[in-house]
């Protein structure tokens, strides 16, 4: 294994430090970034939250929440211990005008990077970054982290990037999305940019559609008061599905420096077509799951997930096709989707290249495939290229296809870090790169605001579908009108 180099003596405060996001996925991850060695002794996680909790509270908090959510066999109890010590708390409303903000000069040091996560409500950014900036606790060596998603329209978004801008620089500013942390997402880059077989076929002459999928079993765990205002266009699609869509349609960068990335994805979201309101019904599929049943076991409905008895318009499924307007990508169909309680969790994303023009191949003696490449993001992240070869042995000529099956955790015989583990030490290191810059944020939601509008402009509802099925069946229309199929092997 190469050496994990650690990186310098850091402050991390994390506000909502009682949080689902904070115990589920931001303490995990840094106790596995300490375990392996990359956070220096000496550092501090400092959760800051309105529970009236000591220090002590707030570690039993910690360890309970790695027990339940670090893999048992990764749980190392002299490191949990070590890491547990490490662990510092604030009890702050940071939005009430008489708080005390001095209750953080006991554990931050001026001298270090400083990191505000902030895991809460996007409401809270600009207020919370205010008052940061007015207590002189924002340095020239400071970092905030904002969670998607960022506003709810384009309008609020602005806000948001406002009020944050007037507090810390847009070099100190780190949009996260976890996508973009995965393992996979980050071989989007080297599997294009270090193989010419493929960048050279990745045309609209080659490639005949691509498809991108994220499906989820679960229904709203809890999380309905902020869902049911969300939906799943402004929880998945808006962020994470419009940047997995450039990582695969951006032009190669001059360098991988965070900007010239960057530079390239806002082309992809800037050239993507506008959709008319009168387009929005053809081109878009919205959907709300109802009781079904997952794994065979019965599951309830949106309206009873929600405790709602009156009828919400807000979709747990979309779907739809996008385009690009762009020489490499004209007349390629970008099919994209996601929803709440469908058949598997996954994500992938499947690259269909063209059928040849002409077979030599008597039609009987071949099951025909195009070939496709299977990009695979969770739950086991991997790629895949189905290709036609012959089967073997004697008795004539018979072609199938075949598929050539890298699995990153079995090919290269180890753990790999959890997408947030990487964008939390690339943003002590100060890497914006995986992150995303303020007109990316502002060119997506321009794309997806009108179909919003359009949605909301209709007298009807999200389409029914049952829990357990792949979403509504105009979902299938949308892609079979076009003589192509959704990929439904998602494991």
């Known amino acids: 294994m190469p050496k994990i180099i650690p990186v310098a003596v850091f402050d991390c405060v994390v506000f909502g430090a009682t949080g689902d996001l904070t115990l589920r996925k931001l303490l995990p991850a840094l106790y596995y970034r300490f375990r392996d060695g990359q956070m220096q002794a000496g550092s501090r996680i400092v959760g800051a939250a309105r529970s009236r909790l000591t220090d002590d509270d707030f570690r039993a908090r910690a360890i309970r929440a790695l027990e339940q959510h670090v893999a ?7 490191a949990i211990r070590a890491f547990a010590g490490q662990l510092h708390y604030v009890a702050i409303d940071a939005t009430a005008p008489d708080a005390d903000w001095t209750l953080f000069d006991r554990v931050l040091d001026k001298g270090r990077v400083r990191v505000f996560y902030l895991a809460t409500s996007p409401d809270l950014y600009g207020p919370v970054c205010q008052a940061l900036g007015a207590n002189g606790l924002v340095t020239d060596l400071s970092r905030v982290v904002l969670e998607k998603p960022i506003g709810h329209d384009l309008a609020s978004a602005r806000t948001i990037i406002d009020d944050v801008g007037k507090v810390f620089t847009e070099s100190q500013t780190f949009r996260i999305d976890h996508y973009l942390g995965k393992e996979t997402v980050q071989n989007l880059m080297a599997l294009r940019f270090a193989n010419t077989i493929f960048e050279r076929l990745w045309t609209a002459d080659v490639i005949d559609h691509v498809q991108i999928t994220v499906s989820e079993t679960v229904g709203l765990e809890g999380r309905g008061g902020y869902y049911d205002k969300s939906g799943a ?5 808006q962020n994470h599905m419009l940047q997995l869509l450039c990582l695969i349609a ?3 960068p001059v360098s991988l420096d ?3 990335v960057r530079d390239e994805k806002l082309k992809v979201l800037r050239a ?3 959709m008319e309101p009168h ?5 878009t599929v919205r959907g709300q799951y109802t009781r079904g049943a997952i794994d065979g076991k019965p599951v309830p409905g949106y309206l009873e997930d929600l405790g709602a008895e009156d009828p919400s318009s807000t979709e747990s499924f979309v779907a739809l096709k996008a385009e690009i307007r762009t020489w490499r990508w004209a007349g ?4 994209l989707r996601t929803g709440k309680r469908l058949p598997a969790k996954g994500s992938e994303i499947v690259i269909q290249f063209r059928s040849p023009p002409f077979s030599i191949f008597p039609p009987e003696t071949a099951d025909w495939r195009p070939n496709t490449l299977i990009i695979r993001l969770q739950p086991e992240e991997g790629m895949r290229l189905e290709m036609m070869t012959k089967d073997p042995g004697p008795g004539g000529l018979r072609l199938s296809p075949t598929g050539l099956d890298i699995s990153f955790e079995k090919t290269f015989g180890k753990r790999f870090p959890d997408a947030y583990e990487r964008l939390l030490m690339d943003t002590v290191r100060g890497n914006p790169t995986l992150f995303m810059r303020h007109d990316e944020v502002e060119a997506a939601w321009t794309w997806v605001e009108p179909i919003l509008e359009a949605w909301a402009a209709r007298p009807d509802h999200p389409r029914p579908y049952p829990a357990g099925s792949w979403g509504p069946t105009a979902a299938i229309a949308l892609i079979e009108r076009d003589g192509r199929t959704w990929h439904e092997e998602v494991p």
């Open 332 to 335: 390629v169909p970008f099919y």
């Open 250 to 252: 951006m032009d190669p």
């Open 272 to 274: 993507l077509k506008p």
């Open 233 to 237: 266009m402004r929880d998945m699609l």
């Open 279 to 283: 387009e929005v019904a053809a081109l």
């Open 258 to 260: 965070a900007d010239r």
């Open 72 to 78: 048992a066999g990764d749980q190392d109890q002299d």
